[in-house]
């Protein structure tokens, strides 16, 4: 079992939190989810032949829209994730070059 804590930003209230931690509690591999909103601190347990880092961070990006990670076990993070942009999806939104 091995413990990590991730700083985010993005989460506007604790019911937004509450949501990524309850995803998290339903992934395979995760022990225990806990989320502070007072301190933005994300701390779980898990096992690391089941789950890595990567998928974690997945899972969090995927739970809410616009969060992102600041830090790692109190280490300065830098997250490249991006997400799809909606306007990409919709065809009203799409430009189309005139020939």
Known sequence: MKKITYKLTGIDCAACGLKIED????????????FSFM?????LSYEETMINEEEIEEHI???LSGV??????NQPFTDTYEEPSLFKKI?????IKKQ
């Open 91 to 95: 065809p009203f939104f799409q430009r």
């Open 61 to 63: 990006h995927k739970s």
């Open 68 to 73: 992102r990670i600041t830090a790692k076990n």
């Open 23 to 34: 995803r998290l509690n339903k992934t395979d591999g995760i022990y225990e989810a806990n």
């Open 39 to 43: 301190l933005m601190k994300l701390m």
